[in-house]
Each structure stands twice: as C-alpha cells, then as structure tokens.
C-alpha cells in the first residue's frame, strides 16, 4: 500500500479531498481577517456593517468547519476501498501461489497490518495537507501585516520540521514491533487451540492460559512501547508549539506598541497561535507517523 495507489482507488474522490483540505484553513484565516475587520469597525463604531460582517464571518466559520468533516469522511471513504483492493490482492495471493503460508501471518497482514497502516499512514495525510496550507495561509496573511512577524514564523517553521526527526526511527521500530509480535501471538494461539481436544484429555488448560498470557504480554508491552513515543512526539511538538505561540503574541504586542502594527492585529494573534500550534502539531506528529 503506497500513496500512489491511494490515489488510483478512486481518483475523483480524492481530488475532491484534497481540494476540500485546502479549503479548510483558507476558510480558517479568511474568517480570522473578518474578525480583524470587525475590529476595526468597532472602534470606528459602524454597527451596521459590523452587523454585516458579524454574519458573514459566521457563516465562513461554519462552512470552515464543515469543510473539516467532509474532508475527513472522503479520507476515509478512499481508505476502505483501497483496504479492500489490498485485502482482495492479499487472499488471491495466498490461494494461487501453490505456498504453504502461516494463518497468523496472513491474519496479521489482513486486520492489523492495515489498520496500522491506516491509522499512522492515511490518516496522517489530511494531517499534513491541512497544517501544511493552514501555515501557507498564515504566511501570507503575514506578510501584509508585518514582515517581522513573517520572519519569525518561517523560522518556527524550520525549527518545527526537525523536531519529528528525534523519534522518528524509535517510532518506527516500534510500529514493526507490534506488527511482529501480533503476528507471535496469533501463532502461538493457532498452535496451541488446534490441540483444544488433546488439553482438555490431559486437563492442561492451565498450560494453555500461562502459554497465551506470556505472548499477549509481549503484545501488549509493543503497543505500550508505540504509544509511549507517540505521547513523546506529541509532548516535544506540544511544548514547542506552545513557547513559539507564545514569542509570536509578545512580539504583535511590542509591534503595536511602536506603530508598526494595528490594535485590531494585536486581538487576531490568539487566532494565529492557535491555528499556529494546531498546524505545527499536526505536521510534526504526521511526518513522525
């Protein structure tokens, strides 16, 4: 399974996924210069346009989140198809290869196989494109507010991007390491239920349960393992995102303070560092993923 067949599943769709992401945070940021606009209109004491941008800025919020749903569902939608292509391709196979092959393996390959696949691969990528434009936007909403600003964000940027790459090959090696372990524990429960019978003649049910105890263990301590890096990769992407966020509000503050940017700039930063840090998370734990 590769993106390039993902993307051959069903290639309507997943045009319309992508055009649908970038939508999203565009959507995102043109609401957030409605509300700067609002700011403006406030102080200038219009009620009537403020009226009137107060309900178009409602509505883009809300297409914008709409956006978010319909996107994640085509992602979805384009993931099971491929599942199924992938599945079909895997069980013809095994059947006309004339190859001996171990249920435990193809079992593995055919459940949690895929869903490791779809859980840190597919679903990474409405991830990566969404945070990806959501920081494009931001740049150049940037720039006709402040180059300062704009030059502190393309260095969070870069420094955002390295970050993923401290856990990266931990991560990795965990992820094979539930595949393989699975893989152990169907085995070991293939071999030993085959002989149900002859346990329950020599009353070794106990062998039985000490047996696949020991394997789900095993088990068990990979996916521990996996998700001790994953809150890891997220817990070095959350800190980082929240100082950056922070730096870039105290620097709007001492913009505005010397002229070199509006007051209604200044109440729109909290919108900056909000999608700032959601879009950093995002791409740092997708690319890790």
């Known amino acids: 399974m590769n993106f390039r067949e993902l993307i051959k599943i069903n290639p309507v769709r ?14 995102l940021i043109g609401n957030t210069a409605l509300v700067q606009l609002e700011t403006t209109i406030v102080l200038s004491r219009n009620l009537r346009n403020f009226i009137i941008i107060s309900a178009i800025s409602l509505v883009v919020a809300a297409l914008g989140y709409v956006f978010i749903y319909i996107s994640q569902y085509l992602i979805t939608y384009q993931a099971q198809d491929l599942n199924n292509s992938v599945r079909d391709k895997i069980v013809k196979h095994y059947f006309y290869d004339g190859k001996k092959h171990q249920v ?9 196989d895929l869903q490791m696949v779809n859980e840190n691969y597919v679903g990474a990528i409405f991830n990566l494109l969404y945070g ?25 940027v870069a420094i955002t ?74 817990a070095i992407t959350g800190i980082a995102s929240a100082i950056f966020g922070l730096i870039i509000f105290l620097l709007s503050g001492f913009l505005v303070k010397n002229g070199l940017l509006e ?27």
Do not use: H
Request: proline residues 2%; hydrophobic residues 50%; aromatic residues 8%.
């Open 14 to 27: 997943f045009c319309l996924f992508v055009i649908i992401t970038v939508l999203t945070p565009i959507t």
């Open 104 to 112: 435990s393996e193809m079992q593995n390959r055919l459940t949690n």
């Open 132 to 156: 990806s434009v959501m920081i494009v936007s931001i740049i150049i909403y940037l720039i006709m507010l402040n180059w300062i600003l704009l030059l502190t964000i393309c260095l969070i």
């Open 161 to 234: 991007l390295v970050l993923p790459k401290l856990i990266e090959k931990p991560l990795q090696k965990a992820n094979q390491l539930i595949s393989d372990s699975n893989q152990v524990y169907l085995d070991t429960l293939n071999d030993w239920l085959a002989g149900l019978e002859q346990l329950r003649q020599f009353a070794a049910g106990a062998k039985l349960f000490s047996v696949s105890k020991l394997a789900s263990k095993k088990l068990e301590d990979a996916n521990v393992k996996q998700t001790t890096y994953t809150k890891l990769l997220n």
């Open 263 to 289: 007051i209604s700039a200044l109440l729109i930063v909290g919108n900056f560092r909000f999608y700032l840090n959601q879009a950093i998370n995002q791409i740092s734990n997708a690319r890790g993923q």
